[in-house]
Nanobody, 124 residues
Framework: QVKLVQSGGGSVQAGGSLVLSCEAS????????MAWFRQRPGSEREFVAT????????YYADSVRGRFILSRDGTKNTMSLQMNDLTPEDTAVYYC?????????????????WGQGTQVTVSS
């Protein structure tokens, strides 16, 4: 059984930075996919960032590209999201997502496991 455990997040003022981390423990394959989503108040869960499990390619939502940086330690199945230049619009619960089918995660339908969620609050 795979389990996703998130850490990081918290509160920061606009313009600040935060880091989120997610570790996949259990039986994961080399092609185990991981991604970040977020859910803002009153909105549906939306894609934030992911990587192609078979290459070094990374993909970002337009709203975070250039500000957020995704990294992964493949040997430990640990993924981090460096969030810079945060704005109040980034306030949300952030979820780590995983998939064991080897596909690149770009939507909730690609996900077969969710982390517990982490609150990120950005004040103006």
């Amino acid at each position: 059984q795979v389990k996703l455990v998130q850490s990081g997040g918290g509160s920061v003022q606009a313009g600040g930075s935060l880091v989120l981390s997610c570790e996949a423990s259990g039986s994961t394959t080399r092609d185990y996919s991981m991604a970040w989503f977020r859910q803002r108040p009153g909105s549906e869960r939306e894609f934030v960032a992911t990587f192609n499990p078979r290459s070094t390619a990374k993909y970002y939502a337009d709203s975070v590209r250039g500000r957020f940086i995704l990294s992964r330690d493949g040997t430990k199945n640990t993924m981090s999201l460096q969030m810079n230049d945060l704005t109040p619009e980034d306030t949300a619960v952030y979820y780590c997502a995983g998939d064991s089918r080897g596909q690149t995660i770009v939507a909730p339908r690609n996900v077969d496991l969710w982390g517990q969620g982490t609150q990120v609050t950005v004040s103006s």
